[in-house]
């Protein structure tokens, strides 16, 4: 039986060993952590990345275990709408980024090894000799030859930083989240923006909302009593976000890191790289792991256990460099336009925005979400033009 290592046991690499072996692979996952689990507050699952989880059956248990929640608009800091959605027009599933890990930890079927840091990877040749994957245990150094390598182990990839030599940049924001108790708030989603800062909040669960606040702030920057920097930062923003923030006892923050520059392409020999080991983006379309579903899925449906490996994986690359290129940049824009203008250029921005038809500048927003996995029917499956 044709045989693949996926390297990380998060969003992406669980996705994929649930994909993979549904198309005939024998999966082992190696995670680097003594558990596995996913760390974060929440997130949303769009259509697109809906359809990716149908495939492999974990769709019914991200609806159940999320929210269904649509797009409303974009308000300024306070509160006063910029831009409102057309009613029922974007809706989406607000989940716990935990609740979402179960899902596909329910639906894979593969060995998955814990406390296992992976070291180095060489990726073989597509039409000759196996792939193999170096790491690290508890007990020892391992060392294991695959089939088919899947570098699934995030922002800061081992597997990356072996076969490329494209570094990180940071994008001059970071980013709080939580998931506070609420019960307030509808089933809406508003995007709030001010000088070089963006703040949204939607529902997770009957019980739970999810909030970020992502802001312009030095990378690495310490920060004794996080839940005080917050509020004290967003204390002049509108009612709602400052009683949001006020019921939460304790937030996360993270520095948003991109690569410095685009990877040429993300197969090489028997190893791909997929989700934010390929191709990290700003979260201002909240595309991270709607993307990485979308790569798991198109890798097991193009490359199937006893198939040509090269003909699968050139279509693989043809199937998502393109389209998630564009995700990379359009998220970018996003961030232009969005939470990275300042004070004196705000003013211009919402004078446009005020101007611009609501449907018009929605479907510009959510055209990325027209993808569906190879082989079906309906939105475009390939690169999204």
């Known amino acids: 039986m044709s045989n693949a290592i996926v390297v990380g046991g998060g969003i992406a690499g669980l996705a994929a060993?649930?994909?993979?072996?549904?198309?005939?692979?024998?999966?082992?996952?190696?995670?680097?952590?003594?558990?596995?689990?996913?760390?974060?507050?929440?997130?949303?699952?769009?259509?697109?990345?809906?359809?990716?989880?149908?495939?492999?059956?974990?769709?019914?248990?991200?609806r159940r275990d999320g929210y269904d929640v649509r797009a409303t608009g974009t308000r300024r800091r306070d509160g006063k709408w910029l831009l409102k959605a057309p009613d029922g027009d974007t809706r989406m599933i607000g989940i716990h980024r935990r609740?979402?890990?179960?899902?596909?930890?329910?639906?894979?079927?593969?060995?998955?090894?814990?406390?296992?840091?992976v070291t180095a990877v060489e990726p073989g040749a597509a039409g000759g000799e196996q792939a193999r994957v170096i790491w690290e245990s508890a007990d020892g150094t391992h060392t294991a030859r695959a089939d088919l390598v899947v570098a699934a182990d995030?922002?800061?990839?081992i597997t990356r930083n072996t076969l490329f030599s494209t570094g990180l940049r940071y994008s001059g924001f970071s980013c709080w989240r939580a998931a506070t108790p609420d019960t307030t708030l509808d089933d809406t989603f508003a995007m709030t923006w001010g000088p070089r800062a963006e703040f949204g909040a939607l529902r997770i669960s009957a019980r739970e909302i999810y909030w970020y606040g992502y802001v312009a702030m030095p990378s690495g920057r310490p920060i004794a009593d996080e839940v005080r920097a917050v509020r004290e930062y967003f204390a002049t923003w509108a009612p709602d976000v400052r009683a949001l923030i006020g019921a939460t006892d304790e937030v996360i923050r993270h520095d948003v890191w991109v690569l410095e520059r685009a990877l040429p392409r993300y197969t090489i020999g028997r190893t791909v790289l997929i989700g934010d080991a390929a191709h990290p983006m700003l979260p201002t379309l909240g595309q991270g792991a709607n993307s990485a579903l979308e790569d798991a899925i198109t890798l097991g449906l193009v490359v199937p256990a006893g198939g040509e490996l090269a003909t699968g994986l050139q279509e693989y690359e043809s199937r998502r460099y393109r389209r998630t290129?564009?995700?990379?940049?359009?998220?970018?824009?996003?961030?232009?336009?969005?939470?990275?203008?300042?004070?004196?250029?705000?003013?211009?921005?919402?004078?446009?925005?005020?101007?611009?038809?609501?449907?018009?500048a929605l479907r510009n927003g959510t055209r990325i979400f027209e993808w569906s996995p190879p082989g079906s029917l309906g939105a475009q499956a390939v690169d999204g033009r």
């Open 17 to 62: 060993a649930a994909a993979l072996t549904r198309s005939g692979w024998q999966v082992r996952v190696l995670e680097a952590a003594p558990e596995l689990g996913e760390v974060g507050a929440g997130l949303v699952v769009t259509v697109n990345g809906l359809r990716a989880a149908e495939v492999i059956g974990a769709a019914e248990q991200i």
């Open 99 to 117: 609740r979402l890990h179960q899902a596909l930890v329910d639906v894979q079927q593969a060995d998955l090894v814990t406390g296992a840091r």
């Open 154 to 157: 995030g922002i800061r990839s």
């Open 325 to 360: 290129q564009r995700i990379v940049r359009r998220s970018a824009w996003m961030g232009r336009t969005g939470a990275e203008v300042g004070a004196r250029g705000q003013w211009l921005r919402n004078a446009v925005l005020r101007i611009t038809p609501p449907r018009a």
